[in-house]
């Protein structure tokens, strides 16, 4: 087949694009979506089997008409190392080039410190990169705190500040991707999950405070600098506390296990994911009060972020899930009476996000999947195969 230059790999770049957005499509949705001949979809097709990126199976038969094929991952083709780095633990997947998740693993910290944690992803990365060589070309990584070109600006749930997190990678000729993790959860779900197909959507998590992102089509708002969706850090709360970020009022502390135990006349938590989830087991009506103003103060923040960015839908996940179940109506009279009355006849929903938990893994794979089937990437791609 006649080699194919570097500018003529855009229509390929679009067609891995959907294979990774749309996993398990046929040709012939591709053919359909991208507006291509038939001709033109196999000629594609074939070219990114030659180079190792595509390869093709027969699809389930539909009745009569031509038969197709679905588009999957060559077994030889590139994928990434997606890792998730949490309070008490961290994990990582590899993903091929339609998002799948492969080869899961889960650890925890056995100690928090910055130097400790980051040489046991750099092991991981070392350890990818022997079992997959060449194969492996980005390493994502999701980070609870604020990150601003790979560096980690404030984590205050890890008692972490700036931070150069490039040692991951440092020497190994392998692209590092950081970002937050509640942000990229909302591009999981914007891609393929709650908010497909939303043009405009905001995603929430809550775990240890609350974060979250502003989607247009698909791509993160992340601002000047990067650090864009601190909405945790927004001063809806009672000014009188100071935030671990230094801040005062902040809305994390109002929507966690730490606003939970202020509620209950108790000491802050160490691990306040654990003891929300402790709250949310109890019956008595102090539990039940705490938890009722903790989901009011949920509530209340959406709407502001609502009449702020006039989203299609708004997508929750982490511990806001099971909060706003706890106290449904105390959620509804909040979200509702902190809308501007043009929002409330049609409400934007307010949906369960789809990827629990993997969503930071699924974000930070998208995003090196963006890289890795543009134009560039596929002809140099093409170039070494």
Partial sequence: MTPVRRGQWQTASDVLTQVARR??????????????????ATEVTARLRDVHLLTE???????????????RPHPKGPVVLAL?????????????????????ESKRHRSRRPQVVLNNLRREVEQTRQRYGGRLQIVSLAVPGTIR????MQAPTLE????????????????????NDATLSGVAE??????????????????????????????????ASGAGGEYGHMPLGDRSR??????????????????LARHLKQPTPDDPVSYTEEVLQRTDRAAHSAVTKVVAALGSGIAGLVNAHDPDVVTIGGLAIPLRAAAEGSFEKAYQEGL?????????????????????LRGAAALALDQLTSEPAIAAWAARH
Avoid: K, Y
Wanted: glycine share 14%.
């Fill in 84 to 104: 998730d780095l949490r309070q008490s633990s961290w994990r990582s997947a590899v993903v091929a080039l339609d998002g799948s998740l492969q080869h899961q």
């Fill in 340 to 360: 501007m009355t043009f929002h409330r006849s049609a409400p934007p929903p307010v949906l369960a996000a789809t990827h629990q938990p993997d969503g930071p």
């Fill in 160 to 179: 972490w500040a700036e931070l150069d997190l490039a040692p991951v990678t440092a020497g190994l000729g392998l692209p590092l991707l950081a970002g």
């Fill in 242 to 259: 100071t935030c671990p970020c230094g801040a005062r009022g902040c809305w994390d502390l109002e929507i966690d296990g730490r606003a």
């Fill in 149 to 152: 070109d790979n560096h980690l």
């Fill in 190 to 223: 914007a891609r393929t999950g709650a908010a497909a197909g939303a043009g405009t959507a905001v995603h929430l998590i809550v775990e240890v405070g609350i974060g979250g992102t502003l989607l247009i089509d698909g791509v993160p708002a992340q601002g």
């Fill in 23 to 40: 996993p398990g499509i046929t040709r012939a949705a591709v053919a359909r979506t991208l507006r291509l001949s038939t001709g033109s």
């Fill in 57 to 71: 199976v027969p699809a389930p038969s539909q009745g009569r008409g031509r038969p197709t094929t679905l588009l």
